[in-house]
Structures are given as C-alpha cells and as structure tokens.
C-alpha cells in the first residue's frame, strides 16, 4: 500500500471510529456529518469524498460486500445454488476481514444496543438485496426471482451473523465470528431443504 492510500485508509478509518465514538457517547441522534467530520479532524466536503452518509460512516461494510459480490469469478452458465455458495464465501471474507478491524466488535454490541442502527444497516441490505439481484440478472446469469432470493440470503446471512455476535459479545461469550456465519449459512440450507420435502 502506497503513502496515498495510506492516507485514505487513515481517514476512512478515523470517519468511522469518530462516527462510533459519537454514536457510543451521545447516542444515535447526536451522529450528524459536522459532528463526525468535526471529530475527523477534516471537513464535511472531505467526509463526502469517502463516504455517502452518516449511516455508511457508521456501518460501511455494506458497500464492501457488493464490491465482494462484482468482483466474485461467478462463471457463465454457473447454476443458483453455485453461485449462491461462491457469494457466502465471498461474503465470508468480507466478515473475516470486518473481524481483523478493530471495529468488529463495538458495531456488533452498538447493533444489539441501538435498535436504530439495526435499522439502518436494514435499510442497507435492502440497496445491497436490489445491487446484488440487479448484477445478476443484468449479467445474465440468473432471472428475477432467483437473483432476488439469492440477495435475500446474503443480506440475511450477514445481519444474523452481527446479531448473534452482538448478543454472544453482550452476553460474555465468546465466539468466532466465522462460526457464527458458517452455522447461519448451514441452518439457511437445512431449512430450504426441509422446504423442498
């Protein structure tokens, strides 16, 4: 990684730690943009540079996993359930990566904790079910109904995982987050193959 990006990393990270510490300390309505930038150490122009909201600054990974799912090797005539496995594992990563943060956890307990940013992180899966649904048919690779579904999965898969961490965290266990998603996505499987029965 270069000086530059460097940099970026830096100040994507000092906007969502800033956005944390104020949503931990003042609660959900006290995170505004002048705020967060303010407690940056950069301006509100700056803060839009890196991030579209207040919400992306507090839960910004849900940009990542649709960077995940384009950049996923889903080849050409590639079934649902394929491609549904190729996307869990992208997304696994994704998780593993949100694991080394060192945000991993205070989002986790924040969610458990602030009902509304469970709500926004809600609102986001939806852009993410429609962005992952639209890449799929756009590409050919699945119709409506199945794209939709497959985007439905993840998001739930993703939001279960955070929620079961939060409330393990909350509750003094202490759990792999990996082992959380694996047994999300597992249960998810057992109960569409119940379905088919």
Known sequence: MGIRDERKAATLQGIRSAALDILEEQ??????VGRIAQRAGIS???????????????LPAERGLFEAVETCDIPDGTDGACILRLLLAAFR???MEEV???????????MVAEPRLLLVATRQEQELVAAVSDYLTGR????????????EM???CWRVTWQC?????????????????????????TLAAQLAE
């Not at 609660?27 to 505004?32: N, S, Y």
């Not at 540079?49 to 992306?56: F, G, H």
């Not at 050919?140 to 497959?150: K, Q, T, Y």
Request: negative net charge; aromatic residues 10%; glycine residues 10%.
């Open 100 to 110: 080394q943060g060192n945000e991993f956890r205070r989002v986790s307990r924040l």
């Open 165 to 189: 961490f939060g409330l393990a965290e909350r509750s003094g266990e202490s759990v792999d987050p990996a082992d959380i998603f694996d047994g999300v996505a597992a249960s998810l499987g």
């Open 140 to 151: 050919g690779l699945l119709a409506a109904m199945p794209a939709l579904l497959i985007g």
């Open 93 to 95: 990563n994704m998780l």
């Open 154 to 156: 993840l998001a739930t």
């Open 27 to 32: 609660g959900f309505d006290a995170v505004t």
């Open 44 to 58: 509100e122009r700056t803060f839009f540079r890196y991030v579209p909201s207040r919400e992306a600054a507090m």
